[in-house]
């Protein structure tokens, strides 16, 4: 029977949470091959928090995008009246905060109770809630009071079967849809035996849906043994992670695909969706298992991009493809049209150092112009991306916020890119190789974009001349300084992606 939201949790299959592996392109191949229901990565409450909503029209994705312009959560219509959406939380109010915002994109809310890892535990969240019923009882009323779509969450089994049943009954009087649980405790991991006892006592202790987890290394290797798993323990339903995680195929009733295959179906939507590399390479990885440092695994483990990770797969021809089916999209907002979204005016520019002649840069025709104007030093502020150490940098000039979009490899870059995005909106020189002869030729016709005179210090300048040398030094960072700066600040997206 299915739940006053429209989603059922009796005799299905769900596609468990997964931290690094939950991520659009699973969930959907996922539902390709079979599976009922679909949960995401668990997600923190303190960063969902402060995301905005935003419809990715190229991408045809809902995305929920951080301060810092990382999508923290990437859905779509195909999944809507699938997916569970489910966050780490430790409390009641931010959580109902965090299910509100992303409610009407999502078929149901679930709180993870059941993660055993530091990421998750250390602010009172995951399993550390289980040694507080309290605070679950107050979490999980709170949803369900608030929310119209159903509330779920998933726990592990206590050290004793009574207090699991307890525990269990506890939660199922606060009106949530299903609970899944995990069949080891907090402290037990995969090497340790599946504990189907408590599993049937609790799948018989409630009358909620109880969903079956933690049997893929023990009894889970292929479609067929779902039905077992659900027999074994007496469950309403059975959720996969780790037999998912090696083979998405494992849902499809005719049986297992080759692992090859696979790869390539994840690949697709991986592209297709704009899925960040790393990620990709990751889920790509678990899937070849002792084949990582195969030929194949080795070429996808140094892939730096979706267009790398596709060649290694003979799959250029697709990637090109869909990038020109995504460029195709971008209609009224072509990669340089300006942007202005939460005060920053943003461009898909990006530097080549071999576009400018030497000692040339867009940064020192922005300070220049600035010194000239009377107006403050330009200001950057540049933040990384931790899992690729790709840079990205805003620059303040006269109060007014400009960025690239484009990621660069060096934290220097990524305040030439900055400096070039202010650079074209203010249509000001940019210092690029054969500028000053199409400025001549500009500078007579109607409707083109006004250029002023690039001043004479930076044409004339030697390279080694004294200023230059003290603007650098106040305008650069030294390589552990910026260091520093990277590591303290705050770190961003997977791509918007």
Known sequence: MATPGGLCFRDITALAPMVRVGTLPMRLLALDYGADIVYCEELIDIKMVTCERVVNEELDTVDFVAPDERVMFRTCERERDRVVFQMGTADPDRALAVALLVEKDVAAIDVNMGCPKEYSTKGGMGAA??????????????????????????????????????????????????????????????????????????????????????????????????????????????????AAMWNPSVFRRQGLLPVQTVMEDYLKYAVRYDNHAFNTKYCLCQMLRDKVESEMGKRVKTAQTLSDICAAYGMQAYYEEVQVLLRS????????????????????????????????????????????????????????????????????????????????????????????????????????????????????????????????????????????????????LSDREAETEVTNGNHHKTHMP
């Open 129 to 242: 809630l289980l040694s507080d019923p309290d605070k679950i009882e107050a979490i999980l009323t709170k949803l369900v009071q608030g929310l119209s779509k159903p509330v779920t969450c998933k726990i592990r089994i206590l050290p004793s079967m009574e207090d699991t049943v307890r525990l269990v009954q506890r939660i199922e009087r606060t009106g949530v849809a299903a609970i899944a649980v995990h069949g080891r405790t907090r402290e037990e991991r995969p090497k340790h035996p599946l504990h189907c006892d408590f599993l049937r006592a609790v799948s018989g202790a409630v009358g909620v849906p109880v969903i079956a987890n933690g049997g893929s290394l023990d009894m889970v290797k292929s479609f067929e043994d779902v039905g077992v798993f659900r027999s074994a323990t007496g469950a309403a339903a059975v959720m996969l992670a780790r």
């Open 329 to 476: 999209r971008r209609g009224l907002h072509p990669p340089e049209t300006p942007v202005t979204l939460g005060g920053v005016t943003t461009m898909a520019l990006r530097f080549h150092r071999r576009d400018y002649p030497p000692e040339i840069t867009p940064k020192m025709f922005l300070l220049e112009w600035c010194r000239k104007e009377k107006l403050e030093q330009p200001h950057y502020h540049t933040v990384d991306r931790p899992q690729d150490r790709l840079f990205l940098s805003t620059v303040t000039v006269d109060n007014k916020q400009y960025r690239s979009t484009l990621w660069e490899k060096s934290k220097k870059g990524a305040e030439q890119a900055a400096a070039l995005v202010c650079l074209r909106v203010l249509r000001l020189p940019e210092g690029r190789r054969g500028e000053e002869q199409q400025q001549e030729e500009e500078s007579g016709l109607g409707g083109k974009r006004k250029r002023a005179v690039a001043p004479p210090l930076l044409a004339a300048a030697p390279p080694q001349e004294e200023e230059e040398r003290e603007v650098n030094k106040k305008i650069h």
